[in-house]
T-cell receptor
Framework: GNSVTQMEGPVTLSEEAFLTINCTYT??????LFWYVQYPGEGLQLLLK?????DKGSNKGFEATYRKETTSFHLEKGSVQVSDSAVYFC????????????FGTGTQLKVEL | NAGVTQTPKFQVLKTGQSMTLQCAQD?????MYWYRQDPGMGLRLIYY???????DKGEVPNGYNVSRLNKREFSLRLESAAPSQTSVYFC????????????FGPGTRLTVL
């Protein structure tokens, strides 16, 4: 079946540092890939997505590129802020019916001054 | 627009008690989902409803039932709560077609003693 593997956290960075959160996936078809963000006490929000190989999703300074050859969708940001502190989830959607999402376990990011 | 709303926000049950978690969306979405979030396990799909009038099991359906009351509302019922069902429950909705974003509610934190 489908699965998503993320790097374990927490990841602690200083403000303005470069961020990479690794995500790899296993899927039988051609999934869409997503990064969701969860701020403390809230539900998940879509951060960015990519629907086919070599697509780059971007939003709020975050980027991720759909790499079919390495089955990866790593999240990057050039300069993090304290306000980026949250839990980040990588996810894929099946190509079959229902638009079901398979999530990774989440990576907590803490950004300090 | 309220988006996806969930009630209650918090609930404490005793083992064996029953309860229903309510979810409603005002975005005219066809598909709705129930997930549970547990530490170190990401989000796991309990049940989903691809369209009004249909429901299907997800990854962890045991101990739960659902009702798609109408296009707006999708409820999750615990008939006889167990401590293993202590979790944070999220409802989500999405449009069809496939690969579209899912919108999440704020969650219900359930504790079963």
């Amino acid at each position: 079946g489908n699965s998503v593997t993320q790097m374990e956290g927490p990841v602690t960075l200083s403000e303005e540092a470069f961020l990479t959160i690794n995500c790899t996936y296993t899927a039988t078809g051609y999934p869409s890939l997503f990064w969701y963000v969860q701020y403390p006490g809230e539900g998940l929000q879509l951060l960015l997505k990519a629907t086919k190989a070599d697509d780059k999703g971007s939003n709020k300074g975050f980027e991720a590129t759909y790499r079919k050859e390495t089955t990866s969708f790593h999240l990057e940001k050039g300069s993090v802020q304290v306000s980026d502190s949250a839990v980040y989830f990588c996810a894929l959607s099946e190509t079959g019916g229902g638009n079901k999402l398979t999530f990774g376990t989440g990576t907590q990011l803490k950004v300090e001054l | 627009n309220a988006g996806v709303t969930q009630t209650p926000k918090f609930q404490v049950l005793k083992t064996g008690q029953s309860m229903t978690l309510q979810c409603a969306q005002d975005m005219n979405h066809n598909s709705m989902y129930w997930y549970r979030q547990d530490p170190g396990m990401g989000l796991r799909l309990i049940y989903y409803s691809a369209s009004e009038g249909t429901t299907d099991k997800g990854e962890v359906p045991n101990g739960y039932n659902v009702s798609r009351l109408n296009k707006r509302e999708f409820s999750l019922r615990l008939e006889s709560a167990a401590p293993s069902q202590t979790s944070v429950y999220f409802c989500a909705s999405s449009e069809v077609p496939i690969r579209s974003e899912q919108f999440f509610g704020p969650g219900t934190r359930l504790t079963v003693l």
